[in-house]
C-alpha cells in the first residue's frame, strides 16, 4: 500500500538553527501539504503546494518557514531560525490528482523539539 | 472569526452501543467535510468523505450526516469496540487551488469492554 514517508521521526535542535524536515508523498500525487500538531491541541494547517508553488497558507507560516520540492519526489519543509513555540509534530499529506474529491494520505510525522 | 468544533473532548462508551460524535462549524463554506481517526503519536488516517450535496454517508459501521444549513456534521460508530478507541477529527474540505482542509478541534474516544 503506498504510503507518504516522512523522516526524520524526531529532531531535536537548538533555538534559533535551521531546521529542514522531509516527506516522500505518494507517487503521482499532485497536491502537497504540511499540517503541524502541538502536544495535546488541534492539527493546524500550514501550508498547501500544487503545481511547484504554494496555494494556500495559513497566518502560522509567516517568513520564517519555507517549502521546496527540489527533485519532483521529495517535499521539505524548512525552518530558518526556529524558536521555542516552534516545537511541535509536523505532518506532510499528499492527495491524487483529482484533488478535491480524494483522501489525504499522512505520513507518520516528525516530533521537532527545540531547546 | 472561523471555528470548527467538536463535541466534548472526550467521550467513554461501552462497547457494542452506538458512538455519536459532533463537529460544528462557522463562518466555512466547506465543499466537502472529511473525518479522519487519528491514534496517539501517529498521523491522521481518512475514514469517510461527504459532499455538501449528501445527506449521508455510510461505510462499515461508520456513517456520516452533514447538515449544512445546520452546519453540523455527526459521525456514528454503530456496534462500537475497544479498538474504536482513539481521536476522531472532522476536517472542511474548502474549495480554492490549493484544495486545502482544515480540522477541529477532535474528540477523544474510548471504548469500554
Known amino acids: 500500500e503506498p504510503e507518504v514517508t516522512q523522516t526524520p521521526s524526531h529532531q531535536v535542535t537548538q533555538m534559533g538553527q535551521e531546521v529542514i524536515l522531509r516527506c516522500v508523498p505518494i507517487?503521482?500525487?499532485?497536491?502537497f501539504y504540511w499540517y503541524r500538531q502541538i502536544l495535546g491541541q488541534k492539527v493546524e494547517f500550514l501550508v498547501s503546494f500544487y503545481n511547484n508553488e504554494i496555494s494556500e497558507k495559513s497566518e502560522i507560516f509567516d517568513d520564517q518557514f519555507s517549502v521546496e520540492r527540489p527533485d519532483g519526489s521529495n517535499f521539505t519543509l524548512k525552518i530558518r531560525s526556529t524558536k521555542l513555540e516552534d516545537s511541535a509534530m509536523y505532518f506532510c499529506a499528499s492527495r491524487a490528482r483529482t484533488g478535491l474529491n480524494t483522501e489525504a494520505f499522512f505520513g507518520q510525522g516528525t516530533r521537532l523539539t527545540v531547546v | 472569526s472561523q471555528k470548527i468544533e467538536q463535541n466534548s473532548e472526550a467521550l467513554n462508551i461501552q462497547e457494542g452501543k452506538t458512538a455519536t460524535l459532533t463537529c460544528n462549524y462557522t463562518n466555512y463554506s466547506p465543499a466537502y467535510l472529511q473525518w479522519y481517526r487519528q491514534d496517539p503519536g501517529r498521523g491522521p488516517v481518512f475514514l469517510l468523505l461527504i459532499r455538501e450535496n449528501e445527506k449521508e454517508k455510510r461505510k462499515e459501521r461508520l456513517k456520516v450526516t452533514f447538515d449544512t444549513t445546520l452546519k453540523q456534521s455527526l459521525f456514528h460508530i454503530t456496534a462500537s469496540q475497544p479498538a474504536d478507541s482513539a481521536t476522531y477529527l472532522c476536517?472542511?474540505?474548502?474549495w480554492g487551488t490549493g484544495n486545502q482542509f482544515y480540522f477541529g478541534t477532535g474528540t477523544s474516544l474510548t471504548v469500554i469492554p
Open positions: 476536517a472542511l474540505d474548502m
Open positions: 507517487s503521482n500525487h499532485l497536491y
